[in-house]
């Protein structure tokens, strides 16, 4: 008969000890990992003239580069490498790109393309889109200030970038991005909650 030895009864304790909470998981998250941009949204807008793929990222210089957020039950906290980070930046560049539904994903045109024009510029509605940009925290909307909008186009695509200030907006509220057309119609909105 084999007794074991005392190493052998340490590891077959220390296994049976540990597989338990090793079933049972951490209840932690795993943390998410920012890049550079933080993609917020993907739509598609039919109209009149056409129709067109609107896709919305943000983006601070180096800021969310390697920005981790971790989530533990209800409490969430970000961290960049060992420090904890709690706001934004002083601003934020907001980016939204037009383009043809042809040179992407096709949701709801069927074919019905803004490339028929001569270019996505001619496309009534490039020329004339408004935003309005919200910081949301808990149900309740406060104005984003929005400190410029400029605009570049190419044939295949026109991009918008909003520049909104920032400072001392903490991470948890969620930036609620609306687009409208010349009349006033609100034709997207985008929501970005890290």
């Avoid at 803004?114 to 925290?137: H, P, V």
């Avoid at 930036?175 to 009349?183: E, K, P």
């Amino acid at each position: 008969m084999l007794i074991p030895s005392r190493m052998q009864t340490l590891f077959a304790l220390a296994i049976f000890v540990a597989i338990p909470f090793r079933l049972a998981g951490d209840p932690r998250e795993k943390p998410q990992k920012y890049e550079k941009e933080v993609f917020f949204g993907l739509t598609q807008i039919q109209t009149n003239d056409g129709c067109v793929n609107m896709t919305v990222a943000v983006s601070a210089g180096d800021f969310f580069w390697h920005l981790q957020k971790i989530q533990n039950g209800d409490a969430v906290k970000f961290r960049k490498g060992s420090q904890v980070v709690t706001a934004f930046p002083e601003n934020i560049s907001v980016t939204l790109q037009v383009s043809d539904p042809g040179l992407g994903i096709d949701m709801y045109c069927r074919g019905k393309s803004a490339i028929q024009m001569k270019t996505i510029g001619d496309f009534a509605l490039m020329k004339s889109l408004q935003f309005k940009a919200f910081w949301e925290r808990n149900s309740q909307i406060r104005d984003a200030v929005e400190l410029s909008v400029q605009g570049h186009s190419s044939l295949i695509y026109r991009i918008y970038v909003l520049s909104i200030q920032s400072r001392d907006v903490p991470l948890t509220d969620h930036l609620i991005l609306s687009v409208f057309d010349g009349a006033g119609n609100k034709v997207a909105t985008f929501s970005l909650a890290l």
